[in-house]
């Protein structure tokens, strides 16, 4: 069953196990949205061999297998768009439900029994992913409850899988290391972050390194600044009660925007293994300084207008408490202090309710030292940029200057573009890829235990003592103080 309209993650990646997946949180909007359709896109893909099973859990004794599986197909069908037909005779083959209490050691002895059963009755061959699709406070005591029930180990391999956040701080992410370490090994343990299963993300590294052109100008030499943006133009979307705790540092800046930095700055790895590219990721994260105070701008959403729609301000959003500080934007310049990027800041910038939907890093490139052009102003010439658009349309855009044709000397700015949409097709979602990952364990897209602790690590000091929030109007760009961030003379914050 081929799925002709979109992308599948790597042609020829089959799995040689039929495994057993652990869902926890399998009644939840992760799973709904994103786990069930990748799972499904796996299956009709041939990645994920038919007759492995997907066993749901929660704490909800509302379901039992029957239920889930029509919740499930409800589910599939509103968000995965192929093969409809296929749904539910897809449900009914593969999937199960167990509720489980947090903490509850009989329930986890029943999960035991319940999954030694299954792997009996299907003939797998005891290979088992366990993943925690759950609110951060239930990861400890699910985490526990497995250990103690002896399913850190199983007849085959065992994977865990733990969603983002990992901790609230550095001491709440080291406990947490320190607690799946007593279990786990360390290499069965998969820290998710789903911006590395992005094919852009992934392609940064081919674009670094099997590029002499990027490459040979990625430093100090050549770079001036280099700016990543994660903007939301969406709000909480129901989320106030889980987001309220979080705020933008520790949804956003701490997991995804340090992910994006570490691989734009790193050095080259000594392969293309997990256990390299990680080295040279947690050496980034430890030659920055930890972020003070003052080197950053927090902002929180007020009332305004988005594509011509008003939208209430953070404060009026349903489940927002009215003395609420909590940042809805975070802007924050950093420093990588070794020989490739010393001197050269680093602009992190995220938010919700901002103008527009967009994930981009933009490398500046220097201006040239001299005006070589005696009619032109310095400042009209502009500097060079690529820019890399991980979402929407994503691609590439080197921007550079030319004469426009007949005129007296002067110079324009244009762009060479690349879009992958219009090379490959849609691109894979980037659950799918990583679930892939995890079943073949390759864990070159996750996120090491020293290195969430060292991105944990570089917020410390800000999560200690965090700005007071400025207000902006939804659909801006943030607060106008985020642009005393910037160096004088430096170009502004792009514009996308
Ligand atoms: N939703 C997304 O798009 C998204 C994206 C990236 C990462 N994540 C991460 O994925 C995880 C799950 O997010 P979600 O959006 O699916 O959350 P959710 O919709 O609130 O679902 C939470 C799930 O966990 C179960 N659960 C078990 N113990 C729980 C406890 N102590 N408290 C609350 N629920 C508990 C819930 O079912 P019972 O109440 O029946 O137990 C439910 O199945 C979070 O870590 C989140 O940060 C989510």
Redesign the pocket.
Known sequence: MPSSTRASVAVGRKLETRPLLVV????????R??LLPALYGLSVDGHLPAGSVILGA???TDYQDASYRSWAALGLKQFSPFHPDAIDPWCDATLFYQPVR?GAADDYRALAERIAALEKEHQLDGNRVLYL??????FAP?IQGLGEAGLGHGPGWTRIVI???FGRDLDSAKSLNQLVHQYFDEPSIYRID?YLGKETVQNLLVLRFANVLFESLWSRDRVSKVEITVAEDLGLEG?AG?YDRAGALRDMVQNHLTQLLSLVAMEVPAAYDAEAIRNEKVKVLRSIAPVRPEQAVFGQYEAGTIDGASVPGYHQEQGVPGSSVTETFVALQLRIENWRWQGVPFYLRTGKRLAQRVTQVVVNFHRPPVTFFKDLDPEDVHSNELVITLQPNEGFDLVFEVKPPGEAMATRTERMRFRYAEQFGNLPDAYQTLLLDVLEGDATLFVRADEVEASWQLFAELLAHPPAPKGYPAGSWGPSAADQLLQPNEEPWSRP
């Open positions: 926890f949180g399998a009644t939840g909007d992760l799973m949205r994103k929660a704490r909800s947090d699709a759950l609110p951060f406070e239930a699910t969603e983002k956040p789903h989320r889980y």
